[in-house]
């Protein structure tokens, strides 16, 4: 019973590159959300999915950012032109059918310099 | 607009005693409520969570107790155990929306020996 997995663990980037950041959910599970958590702050949501459609990207902070999800089930975090107020931890989560509770992955340290 | 205010930034308790962590929200729309458990480096895990039917939901050690009037919501953990020192973030959701979270800054607490 593997949880939800993200990779990589760790991101060091440059000012201006893009970062593709990865999501595997708890097999079987039909949503998946995407929030990331900036230094001393709570977790701020990002976008939802349910199966491969993204019916709520209200939290993406600008077109910088862009996700997707394939096959309902891995997910892709895209950041390009990355800034340093980007440097965050993003985290994912997923949930079953009967939306009991989302289980969250470890998440993705990015910093960009 | 902080929907989801945890005003504490953190609380030391001595072990054994009881530890109360408190939120306070803003919008009347939320109807479900959790509260998660972070250790440095991991994903937050979820602790326990109540329905806006209810008043008090308990699980073992954990009581969550929500005041709708208020717009105020607490989590009691008692005896407090050393493994319970983390940071604890509460989150609140509009069940018949997409499931996305709102948190809270969240609260460190460490429990002495």
């Known amino acids: 019973g593997a949880g939800v997995s993200q990779s990589p663990s760790n991101k060091v980037t440059e000012k201006g590159k893009d970062v593709e950041l990865r999501c595997d959910p708890i097999?079987?599970?039909?949503?998946l959300y995407w929030y990331r958590q900036s230094l001393g702050q709570g977790l701020e949501f990002l976008i939802y999915f349910q199966g491969n459609s993204a019916p709520d990207k209200s939290g993406l902070p600008s077109d910088r950012f862009s996700a997707e999800r394939t096959g309902g089930s891995v997910s892709t975090l895209t950041i390009q032109r990355t800034q340093q107020e980007d440097s965050a931890v993003y985290l994912c989560a997923s949930e079953g059918r009967g939306r009991e509770t989302q289980y969250f992955g470890p998440g993705t340290r990015l910093l960009v310099l | 607009d902080q929907q989801v205010k945890q005003n504490s930034p953190s609380l030391s308790v001595q072990e054994g005693r009881i530890s109360i962590l408190n939120c306070d929200y803003t919008?009347?729309?939320?109807?479900?409520f959790l509260w998660y458990k972070k250790y440095p480096a991991e994903g937050p895990t979820f602790l326990i969570s109540i329905s806006s039917i209810k008043d008090k939901n308990e699980d073992g050690r954990f009581t969550v107790f929500l005041n709708k009037s208020a717009k105020h919501l607490s989590l009691h953990i008692v005896p407090s155990q050393p493994g319970d020192s983390a940071v604890y973030f509460c989150a609140a959701t509009v069940s018949s929306n997409t499931g996305k979270l709102i948190f809270g800054q969240g609260t460190t607490l460490q429990v002495k020996p």
């Open positions: 919008n009347s729309m939320f109807d479900y």
């Open positions: 097999s079987g599970h039909t949503a």
